[in-house]
């Protein structure tokens, strides 16, 4: 019989007896938790027996107070809130919960069942929270990222775009965190720009987070759009507007599961490790490979943002200039997310009040020109 650890002896005996008389549906790997063949036939057996490891564990959860989303495999629906508590969000929501602007609970659906470490629940008070698999028996970098990113002094720099831990839970072994649910969007033109200042505002966040994470030497390793989120919830097949207002929205960079954590102290600027390969690096036309990651994180930022910001351009020239020297730049001497940030402000504080009121161009830009075909401005607003 495989005993089940989790804190004190009664829950251990109640746990181990329910797996003895269900089965453990668990892996203890985290990195067995990813899905390895997108055929239709493995990625509907890969998605239930996901849903088997979360649905064994919805009793532990809810022991502390959350509510794991359900979800009906095979049925091509994404997972669903539970029906109690009641979602508690307002439009003006405070830190660290996500701003209210969906109607119905129907929109608050869960889409990214298919990343398997991660799945939407719902806490006792009606807060809408992601919980994420983070760490095995051995402890990974992504859980040493996380607690090096929300000690006491780490919360409380500004400069943390991070999701703060709400909650570290231990099953046999397994550590789990619990975070506030911000969604994706900081990137999308469906959640509109209103100003140049609001593109301004997106970078300097995003460019002074990775400062921050790189100060406390962790190298993320794999910025993208879609690993960004911003302090919003909403229907995703819906334009949003009005919900950039500087002091009320928040950006923040997630999954860290292939990240880098050196000891503080360290020498960045010499690293030297074999390049993780994804997407976003596989964009920038970067190869496998000796790299320093924390080269790679100012690259890949700078791509993500470059595709968003630079609609500003025809507004303001001296944009295209700054992502240019970047883009353009030989490996060895790509700057610094320090030297970045400083040269993205001094950009900034150089452009006109008549500037940075002004609408963007367009929606984004990709291969040399912006498009203005689907403008999410202020004249759109509902």
């Given at each position: 019989?495989?005993?089940?650890?989790?804190?004190?002896?009664?829950?251990?005996?109640?746990?181990?007896?329910?797996?003895?008389?269900?089965?453990y549906p668990l892996i203890d790997n985290v990195q067995d938790w990813a899905l390895t063949d997108m055929s239709m036939v493995a990625l509907s057996r890969e998605l239930a027996n996901n849903w088997a490891r979360w649905h064994f564990l919805a009793p532990f959860f809810a022991s502390h107070g959350l509510y794991i989303y359900e979800y009906i495999p095979d049925n091509g629906t994404p997972a669903t809130p539970p029906k109690y508590p009641l979602s508690q969000h307002t439009s003006s929501e405070g830190w660290p919960w996500a701003r209210r602007a969906y109607k119905s609970d129907r929109e608050l659906d869960f889409e990214f069942y298919m990343a398997l470490r991660i799945w939407a629940a719902r806490d006792r008070d009606g807060h809408e929270v992601v919980i994420r698999l983070a760490s095995g028996p051995k402890t990974t970098d992504e859980l040493r990222a996380f607690q090096r990113l929300n000690t006491e002094e780490a919360r409380r720099d500004p400069r943390n775009h991070t999701l703060p831990i709400l909650k570290y839970l231990v099953f046999n072994g397994m550590v789990f965190v619990v975070m506030p649910r911000w969604q994706t969007g900081p990137f999308e033109s469906t959640v509109s720009y209103d100003t140049v200042s609001e593109l301004c505002d997106v970078a300097e966040?995003?460019?002074?987070?990775?400062?921050?994470l790189h100060e406390k030497r962790i190298a993320h390793r794999d910025i993208y759009e879609s690993n960004t989120v911003m302090n919003l919830l909403r229907s995703l097949s819906k334009p949003g507007h009005k919900m950039r207002t500087i002091g009320e929205v928040r950006y923040a960079f997630i999954d860290f599961d292939v990240a880098l954590v050196l000891p503080e102290g360290a020498d960045i600027s010499t690293v030297s490790v074999e390049r993780e390969i994804r997407v976003p690096l596989l964009d920038i036309g970067l190869k496998p490979g000796l790299c320093n990651p924390f080269k790679d994180d100012v690259l890949c930022l700078t791509a993500a943002l470059e595709r968003t910001v630079r609609v500003a351009e025809g507004v303001v020239p001296r944009v295209?200039?700054?992502?240019?020297?970047?883009?353009?730049?030989?490996?060895?001497?790509?700057?610094?997310?320090?030297?970045?940030?400083?040269?993205?402000?001094?950009?900034?504080?150089?452009?006109?009040?008549?500037?940075?009121?002004?609408?963007?161009?367009g929606g984004s830009w990709e291969n040399g020109q912006c498009d203005s075909i689907i403008i999410w401005g202020a004249n759109n607003a509902d």
């Open positions: 019989m495989r005993i089940v650890k989790t804190g004190s002896f009664w829950e251990t005996l109640r746990w181990t007896i329910r797996s003895w008389k269900v089965g966040a995003f460019y002074e987070g990775l400062e921050f295209g200039d700054f992502f240019d020297c970047i883009r353009k730049c030989d490996y060895d001497e790509c700057p610094s997310a320090a030297e970045v940030l400083r040269d993205f402000r001094a950009l900034r504080a150089n452009m006109t009040e008549m500037q940075l009121k002004q609408p963007p161009a």
